[in-house]
């Protein structure tokens, strides 16, 4: 492994923006960020980071997190980036050491970062006890940092665009000390469609009877509010009365001593705004800097978030054509799918599974109790595999389980215990209780046939000889 390239460069590329804006934000917060790869090898540690483990950054980079000499207990980073991976977002208290030798107790917010290059833990380490003594304790960076946590956060999190919207308007609030502001899109007709509007404290924007507030829709807006929007600029208007460009506000808002309008862009279009009123002393061009930096990360987050639900949507439609409606299990489909993907080398037990006397049932109780009785049976067959086979309807009352791995053993196992439990189980018809049973054959793949359909007609020849010697029995396929 080399570390040869500049190593903010992964963390900047991953989030595609400007480097000198991340790294400023970065290297100068008081958290101590690190950036470390899947293998837990630091990329990136900013001046925090320098200033509590007394190392310089050359010495850090390279350096395996879990053993740095400040960590006063040691950590498993498999298991850590095991969770990592899983659950996207990690929080630990990790014992430390300054670089006086004195334990203090960190926090550590460890977030999965996805990149084409790898995977990476962006790890923001802050004291619960004890801040190391750090030169650089800037709020505001501390804040521009935690919002860059923010963005790769909402993109895991399941949140409306709305909530993403509250959340960074809340922040750019907080960062600049305003009083109120909204943040919004531009919509398909060029109009201003807001996220999320703080309560200015406006009889106007609140819904009636409640302590939201209205959102602004298909608005257009004219003088110094417009201008982020038609200009692509950022604007700072101290003395709103006075400006060249004031319009005036309208009927019972409330009084605007000074306003920020930063333009939210996206591959240097301009998308939308977030317009903050009433710091106190007005704006300055920090002010500018961290809000256009929030602004970026915006719409970075918004647009990862929406792009994450459109996949999970097409996962889910996917997903629900290979599933049948009635039962939820597999379907043919999904059995077909199987047999493409499957590689030699998995030994795969094949179950034809056929309810015995399943016309008698629809006939005796009607087709309503036969979708129940098909129903319990295939919660049945769920109870009686593992996590790792499938259970598939493949037509009417025929089933077919798919064993992975699997031993002529465990096939037999697996289909007598599906055989006993069903024959055990009582249905309910109205005011009848009946039972059902099943009959089972059985193909093992790729010994018996060098398909799956192959094997799944040999294990339907062995149904079909269950049947025929009485049914509710399991017969394995023998040539
Ligand atoms: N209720 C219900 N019945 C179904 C469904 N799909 C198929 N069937 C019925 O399942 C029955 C299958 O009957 P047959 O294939 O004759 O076999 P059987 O009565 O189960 O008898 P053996 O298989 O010989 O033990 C038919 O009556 C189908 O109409 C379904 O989704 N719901």
Redesign the pocket.
Known sequence: MTFDHDPTFNLISMVQLPVSLWKSALDGASDEIYLVDQHGFIHYANNAAVASTGLNEAQLVGRPIANLETNATPIDWTSLWADLVRVGFVRLEVQRQDVEGNDYLAEWRITLVRHEIGMFALIMASSLLKRPNVETADNRKTMVANAINQVLQDTINPQTDNEIGELWLKMAEDMTGSKYGFVGEINEEGKYDALALSDPGWDACRIPGTNKTKLIMNMVFRGFWGHPVTTGESIIVNEPDQHPQSVGRPEGHPPLTAFLGVPMKHNGKVVGMFALANKEGGYDEEDVKCVELLAMSFVEALLRRRMMVREKDLHEARDASLKDP?TGLYNRRFFDEFQRNLGFEKKTAVLAC??????????TY??????T??KEVAAIMMKCVRESDYVIRI????FVILIQESSDDVALITAERIRRMLARYVFCAASDEFNKTI?IGIAMFPEDADSLSGCLELADKALYQA?EEG?DRVVRYVA
Do not use: C, I, P, Y
């Open positions: 009635l056929d309810v015995d006397h399943f016309k008698a049932t629809n006939d009607g087709h309503a109790v036969g979708d009785v098909l037509g009417g009352e025929e009959s049947k049914r």
